[in-house]
C-alpha cells in the first residue's frame, strides 16, 4: 500500500473515532474509501466510518450505492449509505448543505475532491474547506495522479463501477468538464477507461 497515502490518512483515522466520507459514486471518493477501508483494515482501527451521499441529478445514490457494495465485498464490511444534503441547492452548495447536517454526528468528514488541471479552465471550484473538520485528502493530487493510485492498487473494478458524467445518469456523455479531466486522466497515465459511466 502506497506509503505517501498511508501517511496522510492514518493520523485522519487514529485520531478521529467518528470518520464521515462523502461519496458521490464518482472515481476519486470511491478510490478514497477503498484506501481508507484500507488503512483501517492494515491498522486494526476501531474507527467508525460512515458514508454520505447527496442525492444529485446523476443518479449519485445508484452509482454509490453500487461503489459501497463492492467495498463491502472487498473488506466483508457492511457500510451503509446515508443520504444528505440538499439536491435543490446549486451544485457547488449541495456537498457543504450535506456536510454541515453531519458535522455534530462526525469528529472529521473527508471529501474525494482532486486538484484540478491547469489545461482544462473552468469547471468546479476546489480548494481547502473553510470547516476545520472537513478535510480533502486527494486536493494535493490530480485526477490523473488518483488514476495512477488506483491502478498500483489494482482497482480496475472502480473504473466500471464509478459514474464520472454530470450530464447523464447512465453513460459518459464525453463532452462535459467532468468526463474530459476523466478522459485527461487516463490519457496521461496511458491507460484504456473502459468504464462506460
Known sequence: FPVTIKVQLLP????????????SGGFDSGVLLYCCMKVKQQESLNTN???????????????SARVVDWINQ????????????????????QVVSGIREKQK???????????????????????KSL?????????????????????SLNLKKLVLLSHTCTESKTVRCTHCWQCKEREWAFSVNNYIDLGTM
Open 12 to 23: 485522519l483515522l487514529k485520531n478521529n473515532s467518528r470518520v464521515g466520507i462523502m461519496v
Open 49 to 63: 466510518i460512515s458514508v454520505f451521499t447527496v442525492p444529485r441529478y446523476d443518479d449519485s445514490i445508484v452509482h
Open 74 to 93: 472487498v473488506f466483508k464490511s457492511q457500510l451503509t449509505i446515508e443520504v444528505v444534503g440538499n439536491p435543490k441547492l446549486h451544485h457547488s452548495f
Open 105 to 127: 454526528s462526525c469528529d472529521i468528514i473527508l471529501c474525494g475532491s482532486t486538484k484540478k488541471p491547469p489545461h482544462l479552465p473552468n469547471g468546479p471550484s476546489r480548494g
Open 131 to 151: 470547516l476545520e473538520f472537513v478535510v480533502d485528502p486527494f486536493l494535493e493530487y490530480t485526477k490523473a495522479e488518483v488514476v495512477k493510485l488506483a491502478y
